[in-house]
């Protein structure tokens, strides 16, 4: 079993920035992707950033020049450090996890969600 502990979550004003955190732990022999997942009220789920372990990223077209997500894999850690937040940007941030862990298993978490708020 692998736990996620999300944080870095909060209020902020438009233009402010945040930085969250997700720490891996459990029987982890080595994490794969992480990314960051977001879900605004009344709105689907979406992905906002991925990294793979080699150290590729992708992000969602609403958050590019803003974002930019980055891992510690000493630590086990995916950071998505978030600039120049609109109200838009307001949703509970999801991280997600592709683990292999000590068994050879291979599984998905997810952690249990930050929320962020963009208002002024």
């Known amino acids: 079993q692998v736990q996620l502990v999300e944080s870095g979550g909060g209020l902020v004003q438009p233009g402010g920035s945040l930085r969250l955190s997700c720490a891996a732990s459990g029987s982890i022999f080595r994490l794969n992707v992480m990314g960051w997942y977001r879900q605004a009220p009344g709105k689907q789920r979406e992905l906002v950033a991925a990294i793979t372990g080699g150290g590729a990223t992708n992000y969602a077209d609403s958050v590019k020049g803003r974002c930019a997500i980055s891992r510690d894999n000493a630590k086990n850690t995916v950071y998505l450090q978030m600039n120049s937040l609109k109200s838009e940007d307001t949703a509970v941030y999801y991280c997600?996890?592709?683990?292999?862990?000590?068994?050879?298993?291979?599984?998905?978490?997810w952690g249990q969600g930050t929320q962020v708020t963009v208002s002024s």
């Open positions: 997600k996890v592709s683990v292999r862990e000590v068994s050879g298993r291979w599984g998905e978490y």
